[in-house]
Every structure is written in C-alpha cells, then in structure tokens.
C-alpha cells in the first residue's frame, strides 16, 4: 500500500521563525505537489514539482524534491501569520495510475 | 485564471436519500476526479474519469457511487443511498492531460442526518 507520511502533523511557531514540513513516500514516483488549505476552504496549489533536485520558491514558502529519497520538504522561513493553514503534500505515484495519494496533512499556527 | 465550479456549496440530506454533486470542469479539460476529506482528515481519491468512462476507483467507490458526464459539460458524482459516514467535503478535479497539474473545485460539503 502506498504510503505519503507528513511530519510534523502540527506545527506551532513564532512570527519570523524558520521551519521545515516534511513529506515521505513509499513508492517510485517523480511528481510531487503541495497545496494549502484554509479551514472550509478548497485545496489551492502551491508547488508542482517535477523531477528529482527540483527546488520551487514563492515567497517565504522553499519546496524541494529528492526522489532517490523519496522526500520532499517545504521550508517556511520568516513566517507570518497570514501562513497559517493547512499544507498537504499529495504524490502522483508511477504504477498507481492516475491520481493524488495526499499525505494526513500539516497543520501550521503562526502566533503572533 | 480558470475554475473549477461545484454545486451546490452545501447540501444537506437525510440517510438514505440519493444526492447528485455537480462540477463544471474547465473547458479544454479531459480527465476529471472526484476527491473527498472527512471532517479533519486527509483528502481521498475516489474515482477518475476519462473519454467517458471510469478509469479507475478507490474501494471507497463501491455500488452506492457513480458518475457521469451527461450533457457534455456537468461532470455529477451521485450517491445513490446516503449514509453517516458519507458526510464529507467532496472536491472534483480536472486537468489538461495525464500527469499535468491539478485544479480542484471550490468543493461540496455534504452533510447527512
């Protein structure tokens, strides 16, 4: 069974601290996304990455790819309020055909 | 930038009851899903749809689920008989093409009673 495990699962920070969200994946793939989701809102892509040593910035958000490892990680770095969310990982796996399997997702509180 | 639309954006049902979702993909694309997250939970695959026909579904999707594309545009997901555990956010999805991005609707919360 394919698994996409995000940690941590909850994540606490101060403003203008630094962290990273973590995504593992148990099977071969080379298509990696991340979305953020607002509480009752819909999903809204963040990162497509594509290849392996992909490397994605869009302001204070950093995603990065490595498909030997299997990993993918998302670095906030001087975070604000405004980041606060829920971010998803989802990989598109090689032989499962075509879909997302999302990870259990991040859950990211930013204090003030 | 092009969406996704689903109605209704909230539905309430009692157990038992069929529900039909609807999704107006973006026009030029071809391949359409069908997603659901529980209430604090992670978001599911149910079932992908191409040329008219299901290309493949979740065990999640089994008798009580179907979809169609019926006038060409609509993309409707129906539950036939609802139960508790269906209460969930359903999203639908659309691309271009195999293995191009994503672009998810702005979701149906379905509620049943």
């Known amino acids: 069974e394919l698994k996409v495990e995000q940690n941590p699962l909850f994540l606490s920070m101060q403003e203008g601290k630094n962290y990273t969200i973590y995504c593992n994946y148990s099977?071969?793939?080379?298509?990696l996304y991340w979305y953020r989701q607002d509480p009752g809102k819909s999903l809204e892509s963040l990162f497509v990455l594509l290849s392996n040593g992909a490397v994605k910035q869009e302001g204070r958000l950093m995603a990065s790819l490595d498909t030997k490892a299997r990993l993918s990680t998302l670095h906030i770095t001087a975070a604000v309020h405004d980041l606060s969310a829920t971010y998803f990982c989802?990989?598109?796996?090689?032989?499962?055909?075509?879909?997302?399997?999302f990870g259990a997702g991040t859950i990211l509180r930013v204090k003030s | 930038e092009p969406e996704v639309t689903q109605t209704p954006s909230h539905q309430v049902t009692q157990m038992g009851q069929e529900v039909i979702l609807r999704c107006v993909p973006i026009s030029n694309h071809l391949y359409f899903y069908w997603y659901r997250q529980i209430l604090g939970q992670k978001v599911e695959f149910l079932v992908s749809f191409y040329n008219n026909e299901i290309s493949e579904k979740s065990e999640i999707f089994d008798d009580q689920f179907s979809v169609e594309r019926p006038d060409g545009s609509n993309f409707t997901l129906k539950i036939r008989s609802t139960k508790l555990e269906d209460s969930a956010m359903y999203f639908c999805a659309t691309q271009t093409g195999i293995r191009n991005g994503y672009t998810f609707g702005s979701g149906t919360r379905l509620t049943v009673v």
């Open positions: 099977t071969t793939s080379d298509r």
């Open positions: 989802a990989v598109e796996p090689e032989e499962y055909g075509n879909k997302l399997v």
